[in-house]
C-alpha cells in the first residue's frame, strides 16, 4: 500500500516561494503522482500531475510558477511554488493512483495535507 507524507508547508507573502515535498513509501512505477490543493469553503482542486513514464502537467491557473518533478532516489514527489498569489492558500495533498486524471477519483492513495497561506 502506498503511503504519503507532505511537508514543506507554511507561510509567505504574496510573491514569495515554498517548494512542498511528499515522502512516498510503498510506491509502485505504475503509479502516478499527483498534487491537489483545497481552499477553505470549497471543492479540492487538481494542482498537477506527474504520470508513471515522467512527463508531467499543470493546472493553467498555476502554469509558469508552479513546477512538479519526482526525486527518484528520494522516493519524493515534489511542488515548487514561485510567485505566490493570496488564492495559492490553501491545505496542499498529494496523491497517488493507477487512474490519473483531474479527478480525486483517479487517486486512491492520499497524503494528510499540508497548509500553505499566502499574505497579500
Known amino acids: 500500500q502506498v503511503q504519503l507524507v507532505e511537508s514543506g508547508g507554511g507561510s509567505v507573502q504574496a510573491g514569495g516561494s515554498l517548494r512542498l515535498s511528499c515522502a512516498v513509501s510503498?510506491?509502485?512505477?505504475?503509479?502516478?503522482l499527483a498534487w491537489f490543493r483545497q481552499a477553505p469553503g470549497k471543492e479540492r482542486e487538481w494542482v498537477g500531475v506527474i504520470d508513471s513514464d515522467g512527463s508531467t502537467s499543470v493546472a493553467q491557473s498555476v502554469e509558469g510558477r508552479f513546477t512538479i518533478s519526482k526525486v527518484n532516489d528520494k522516493h519524493a514527489l515534489d511542488l515548487q511554488m514561485n510567485n505566490l498569489k493570496p488564492e495559492d492558500t490553501a491545505m496542499y495533498y498529494c496523491?497517488?493512483?493507477?487512474?490519473?486524471?483531474?479527478?480525486?477519483?483517479?487517486?486512491?492513495?492520499w497524503g494528510q495535507g499540508t497548509q500553505v497561506t499566502v499574505s497579500s
Open positions: 496523491a497517488a493512483g493507477v487512474l490519473c486524471g483531474l479527478r480525486q477519483t483517479g487517486y486512491n492513495s
Open positions: 510503498g510506491y509502485i512505477y505504475s503509479y502516478c
